[in-house]
């Protein structure tokens, strides 16, 4: 069942402008180690899509909170939530700390999803709840067995 929504959008030069007043460090507030590493890659490639990744990880991370209803309080804490890519290119979520533990303590997990434009960065997240035991299908006997 859905847990709760979230959607954040980010203009690009705000992401660029703090970038060039903070340098490297705000990057480090946002990004988790793996997301680092990756920003690293791409900013030393092509600046444009260093930024760009960076706004997209930002706009994921507000997305995911707003989702979860915590907003940036404990255990909501920008690196314990990176958005990562499988082989195939699809985002996911990832969470380690405190919020790792909050997410498996409620049975939640988290859907992400993220674009961006020259101008702007925008990602949408659903967190789902599993369904309690009592709420869940009742197991069937294959065809053929007997039950008893």
């Given amino acids: 069942m859905i847990y709760g929504i979230g959607t954040d959008i980010v203009q690009i030069a705000r992401i ?3 970038l060039a007043r903070h340098g490297e460090r705000f990057a480090e507030k946002i990004l988790g180690p793996q ?7 791409r900013r030393a490639a092509n600046a444009v899509r260093g930024v760009r990744y960076l706004a997209t990880r930002f706009a994921a991370k507000e997305a995911f ?3 979860i209803g915590l907003g940036l309080t404990t255990p909501m804490a920008w690196p314990a939530a ?13 969470f380690s700390g405190a919020l790792a533990g909050f997410m498996r303590d409620n049975g939640l997990s988290a859907m ?4 961006d434009e020259s101008e702007y960065g925008v990602a949408f997240v659903i967190v789902t709840r599993q369904a309690p035991a009592a709420c869940a299908p009742p197991t069937l006997a294959p065809p053929g067995s007997d039950p008893n």
């Fill in 16 to 18: 660029e402008a703090a």
């Fill in 35 to 41: 997301e680092m590493a990756q920003f690293r890659a």
């Fill in 65 to 67: 909170s707003k989702a």
């Fill in 82 to 94: 990176q958005m990562l890519n499988r082989d195939s290119g699809k985002p996911e979520l990832s």
């Fill in 112 to 115: 992400v999803t993220i674009s």
